[in-house]
């Protein structure tokens, strides 16, 4: 299976200005912020996940190490499908 492609500059910032330019999990950050936040595919690209807005969310860098590195911060790391449940509008 070939993995996806690496996201482009526009399709990072589409998707750092859709999320308030705020981490999701812990909501740290904002556009004038010195947070440091990256873009996290729910469904990792080795494992297939795509390029797709719904498959991407915006995490400060200590929550992405967390989520990928298991580095305790702690801070609450909300699970992918505890995520999608929110993103989806679900449980509410």
């Known amino acids: 299976m070939a993995k996806t492609p690496r996201l482009s500059r526009e399709e990072r ?3 750092l200005e859709r999320d308030g330019f ?3 999990n812990c909501g740290s ?4 912020s010195r947070v440091i936040l990256e873009v996290d595919h729910i469904i990792p690209r080795s494992a297939g996940g795509s390029n797709h807005p719904n498959n991407l969310r ?3 860098v200590i ?3 967390h989520r990928h590195y298991g580095a305790w911060t702690g801070r609450k790391v909300m699970f992918d499908e505890d995520f999608r449940r929110q993103r989806e509008g679900e449980g509410e």
Not at 29 to 32: D, I
């Open 13 to 15: 910032y589409a998707i």
């Open 22 to 24: 705020h981490c999701v």
């Open 29 to 32: 950050g904002g556009k004038t």
């Open 58 to 60: 915006t995490l400060c």
């Open 63 to 65: 929550c992405h190490d």
